[in-house]
C-alpha cells in the first residue's frame, strides 16, 4: 500500500512532509495511507506573500468580482467533486456525510457568492446601515463603512468536515478581501489537500490568495498582529490553549471560536405519541445522533422530553437505532461508517464512562455490535449509545462533557421552564432545537432561552417537509454560540464577511461621504447632464446627475377622479369633514399613490431610450400632507449604480417631492434598469 505525501502549499509551492510528518491511518481499516507536517513553518514568508501579493490582488477587485469569482470556484469543485468523495470514506464517512462535507461546503460557497452580489455594492466599500444625521442642517453627516482588514486569515478546521469547514470560512474571508491561510485538522487533512490543490490548478484564484499548512502550524500565531484574524473551529481546551497566546492578546487579534457544544433538542409538551411531531423528533434525534457517526458540532447531545414521555422516546429511538446499518462506509447500505480514528473512539469512550457515572446506558453496547463489511478490530467503529440520566438537576457530566461521536443523553422535564433550565445548562451552543406544534412554546422558548443559543430550531408538521434539521448550519442564518460554543459567530449572511473587515464611522460633508461610498447623499453636490437622465445609457449618467422637474397643480377633480378611477375612496380623500377630524390632515388630501405617479408623470422623458424598467422603490415615506390647490416638483438625482447583468444595470435615483414652499412632500429611492449602451 502506497502512503500518500501530503504537501503544504507556501508562498506559492507544493512542500513535501519531512521528517516531522505525521501518519495518518484510515479510519476504516487502520493502515498508514498517508503522512503530512513539516518540521518548520516558514510564518514570516507565508504571511508576508498573503499580505504582499493576495491582499493587494483580492482589494483592487469589487465585492461582486470576488463574488464571481468565488461562484466560479464553486462551480469549478463541483465538476470535480467525485475526487473529493472517493477520499472521504477513509475518514469514515458514507457517501450521505458526504453530502454534507463536500456538497454543502460547495452549496455554502454559492450562497455567499450570491449574497455578494445581492447585497455588498459592485465597489470596494461596504456600507453598514444608513446615513446618520450629525447636524441640524445636514452639512455634517455620518455614514458606517467597511473596508477589508489588510493581514490574513488563518483559519484552523476541526477534522469532521474537511471540505465545508474550510469553504464556509474561506467564502466569507474571500469576498471580504483577505487571503487566507488554511490550517485543516491533520487526520483528515488529505481531502483538504486535495480540494486546495483543485482550487489551485483552477486558476481562478489570484496568487496568495490562498495558502494551505498541513501538519503542525508551528510558531505561525505568534507572527500575528493586528491586522489579521484567527478562525478556529475544535474543542474547547484547544481553542483556550490558542486563545490565551500572549501574542494574540498583546495585539488584540481577533479571534472567532467555535468549539465544543452540548446541544439540546425538545420534545414539547404537546408533541405526544401519535402526533407528526413526536415521530418527527425521534427521526431528527436520530439522524443527529447517527450521520457523520455523530461527529457534528451541531449534532443533539442531550434529549429533553416531558417525563411522561421518556419511555416512549427510548423505546422508539431504540427501534431506529437498532435498524442502523454500521459498516464500511464505501458499501450503500451502511448508515453510519466509522469514526476518524482510533484516538477519536477512545475519546468518546473515555466521554461515555464519565456520562455513565450519571447516567445509564439503555441503547448501544460498545463491545458487542455488528459491523458490516469491514474488520471491526481494525476500524474506529462504535455503535449509537444513548442514555438515560433520571436526575437531570443534580447531573452535571450530562451538561458539559461532550463525547463527539454517536452518544446522547434523554432526560425527562416536569414543564417548560424546566426544560428551559435545562436547556440552559449546556451553558452555551450552537443550537437547540423544539419540536412543537404550539407557536407559543416556541416563543417562551426565544425568551427563556435565547441568549444561551446561536440557534433556535423550531419543527413540526408545517414545516417537516421542507426543514433543513436541526445539525445543518445554512450560510444564510448565523453559526456559532456564546459560553461553551466558542463565543463566536460565522456565516450568518453577510454577517459573515464583516470578521474580516473593519468597520469605521466616517464622519464628514455629504461630499466627503459621497465621494468615500461612491454614493450621492442628500446634500452632496448635484450637477445637471447634457440631456435629460432617462436618455443617457448606464455608463454616461453619472452618480448625482439631478433633474428639477417643473411645478404640477393638484386639483380637487384629479384627487376625486383617482379615487373613481382606482376605487380608493377612503375618507381622507372624500370627506372633508372626516379628515379634518384625523390628527394628520388638515382636510381631504391627495393620496400618496396619487404623487407618486404625478411625480412619474413630471420626472419620466417618454421616448423609447436607455431605462429599460422600473422594478421598484425603496424606503417611501410621504412627510406631508398635499391638498387640492397645491403644487408639486420632483427632484430627481442618480444616487447609485450598479452593473447586473452582461446588457443592463441598475440605476438607484433619489428622489425628493417638495410642494410650493419648498417643504418635502414624499422621498423614495426608485429602482430601473439601464442599458450600458
Ligand atoms: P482539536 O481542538 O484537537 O483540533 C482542532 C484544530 O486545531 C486542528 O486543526 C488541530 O490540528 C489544531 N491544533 C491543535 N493544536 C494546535 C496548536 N497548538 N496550534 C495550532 N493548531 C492546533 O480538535 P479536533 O479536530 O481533533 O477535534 C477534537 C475535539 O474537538 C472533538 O472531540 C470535539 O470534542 C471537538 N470538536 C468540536 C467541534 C465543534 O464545533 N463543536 C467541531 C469539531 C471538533 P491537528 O489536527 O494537526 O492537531
Given at each position: 500500500m502506497t502512503v500518500q505525501d501530503i504537501q503544504s502549499f507556501v508562498t506559492g509551492d507544493w512542500l513535501a512532509p519531512d521528517s516531522a510528518a505525521r501518519d495518518i491511518r484510515d479510519a476504516?481499516?487502520?493502515?498508514?495511507i498517508a503522512r503530512a507536517g513539516r518540521a518548520q513553518v516558514d510564518a514570516s514568508a507565508m504571511i508576508d506573500h498573503a499580505v504582499s501579493v493576495g491582499a493587494p490582488a483580492l482589494r483592487a477587485m469589487t465585492f461582486h468580482d470576488r463574488a464571481r469569482m468565488l461562484k466560479a470556484l464553486a462551480l469549478y469543485l463541483q465538476e470535480r467533486k467525485q475526487l473529493l468523495y472517493d477520499l472521504s470514506?477513509?475518514?469514515?464517512?458514507t457517501q450521505k456525510d458526504h453530502l454534507i462535507d463536500v456538497d454543502g461546503g460547495i452549496g455554502t460557497m454559492l450562497v455567499i457568492a450570491s449574497k455578494g452580489r445581492r447585497e455588498?455594492?459592485?465597489?470596494?466599500v461596504y456600507l453598514d446601515g444608513g446615513l446618520e444625521q450629525l447636524s441640524r442642517k445636514g452639512s455634517f453627516v455620518g455614514q458606517h463603512v467597511c473596508t477589508p482588514l489588510q493581514g490574513v486569515a488563518v483559519h484552523i478546521n476541526a477534522f469532521n468536515f474537511p471540505v465545508w469547514g474550510m469553504l464556509e470560512k474561506l467564502a466569507p474571508t474571500l469576498l471580504a478581501g483577505v487571503p487566507a491561510i488554511v490550517k485543516p485538522?491533520?487526520?483528515?487533512c488529505y481531502v483538504t489537500e486535495a480540494c486546495v490543490r483543485l482550487m489551485v490548478d483552477s486558476g481562478i484564484l489570484p496568487n496568495g490568495t490562498i495558502q494551505l499548512v498541513t501538519g503542525g502550524l508551528g510558531d505561525?500565531?505568534?507572527?500575528?498582529?493586528?491586522?489579521d484574524v484567527v478562525s478556529f473551529t475544535g474543542s474547547a481546551d484547544t481553542a483556550y490553549a490558542l486563545r490565551s497566546a500572549p501574542n494574540l492578546l498583546r495585539n488584540s487579534v481577533r479571534f472567532v471560536a467555535e468549539q465544543d457544544s452540548l446541544n439540546a433538542s425538545i420534545l414539547g409538551p404537546?408533541?405526544?405519541?401519535?402526533?407528526p411531531e413526536f415521530d418527527l423528533f425521534v427521526k431528527e434525534v436520530h439522524r443527529e445522533m447517527t450521520t457523520k457517526a455523530g461527529q457534528k458540532?451541531?449534532?443533539?447531545?442531550r434529549i429533553i422530553a416531558p417525563q411522561a414521555q421518556v419511555d416512549a422516546v427510548i423505546a422508539a429511538l431504540s427501534e431506529r437505532l437498532r435498524d442502523t446499518v454500521i459498516g464500511d462506509?464505501?458499501?450503500?447500505?451502511?448508515r453510519m461508517g466509522a469514526l476518524v480514528s482510533d484516538g477519536q473512539r477512545r475519546d468518546v469512550l473515555a466521554k461515555c464512562a464519565s456520562l455513565g457515572s450519571e447516567a445509564e446506558r439503555v441503547f448501544g453496547d460498545p463491545d458487542a455490535f455488528a459491523v458490516h463489511g469491514a474488520d471491526a478490530s481494525k476500524g474506529a467503529f462504535l455503535p449509537p449509545m444513548l442514555y438515560h440520566c433520571a436526575d437531570p438537576d443534580a447531573a452535571s457530566h450530562v451538561h458539559d462533557?461532550?463525547?463527539?461521536?454517536?452518544v446522547a443523553t434523554i432526560m425527562g422535564y416536569r414543564d417548560l421552564s424546566h426544560a428551559i433550565a435545562l436547556v440552559n445548562r449546556g451553558q452555551g451552543s450552537l443550537v437547540a432545537s423544539v419540536v412543537t406544534n404550539d407557536p407559543e412554546v416556541a416563543r417562551e422558548v426565544v425568551m427563556g432561552a435565547g441568549a444561551f443559543h446561536g440557534r433556535l430550531y423550531f419543527n413540526n408538521r408545517d414545516s417537516m417537509a421542507e426543514a433543513t434539521g436541526h445539525g445543518s448550519p445554512l450560510p444564510h442564518m448565523v453559526h456559532g454560540g456564546p459560553g461553551r460554543a466558542g463565543g463566536g459567530e460565522e456565516l450568518g449572511g453577510v454577517r459573515g464577511v464583516m470578521h474580516y473587515m473593519q468597520r469605521t464611522a466616517v464622519q464628514g460633508s455629504p461630499d466627503v461621504i459621497a465621494a468615500v461610498t461612491g454614493e450621492w447623499v442628500p446634500g452632496a453636490s448635484t450637477s445637471q447632464g447634457p440631456a435629460h437622465p432617462f436618455q443617457r445609457n448606464f455608463d454616461e449618467v453619472?452618480?448625482?446627475?439631478t433633474l428639477h422637474t417643473s411645478e404640477r397643480e393638484v386639483t380637487s377633480e384629479d384627487i376625486e377622479h383617482f379615487a373613481e378611477f382606482t376605487g380608493d375612496t377612503f375618507y381622507a380623500h372624500m370627506d372633508e369633514d372626516a379628515a379634518k377630524r384625523?390628527?394628520?390632515?388638515?382636510?381631504r388630501v391627495a393620496h400618496g399613490y396619487l404623487l407618486l405617479s404625478f411625480a412619474a408623470g413630471l420626472f419620466v422623458?417618454?421616448?423609447?431610450?436607455?431605462?429599460?424598467?422600473?422594478?421598484g422603490l425603496d424606503t417611501?415615506?410621504?412627510q406631508k400632507p398635499v391638498s387640492a390647490g397645491d403644487r408639486i416638483k420632483v427632484q430627481l438625482t442618480v444616487k447609485k449604480k450598479t452593473k447586473r447583468t452582461a446588457d443592463y444595470g441598475e440605476v438607484r435615483w433619489h428622489v425628493i417631492l417638495r410642494n410650493q414652499d419648498d417643504a418635502p412632500v414624499a422621498e423614495y429611492e426608485l429602482l430601473t434598469m439601464n442599458a450600458y449602451t
Open positions: 476504516v481499516t487502520g493502515d498508514v470514506f477513509s475518514t469514515g464517512a455588498m455594492p459592485d465597489g470596494h485538522a491533520t487526520t483528515t505561525l500565531l505568534n507572527h500575528l498582529g493586528a491586522q404537546d408533541a405526544v405519541p401519535g402526533t458540532c451541531t449534532a443533539i447531545r462506509p464505501r458499501d450503500p447500505a451502511t462533557t461532550e463525547a463527539f461521536g454517536p453619472q452618480i448625482g446627475e384625523n390628527p394628520f390632515f388638515p382636510g422623458d417618454p421616448d423609447e431610450g436607455p431605462v429599460l424598467a422600473n422594478t417611501l415615506r410621504f
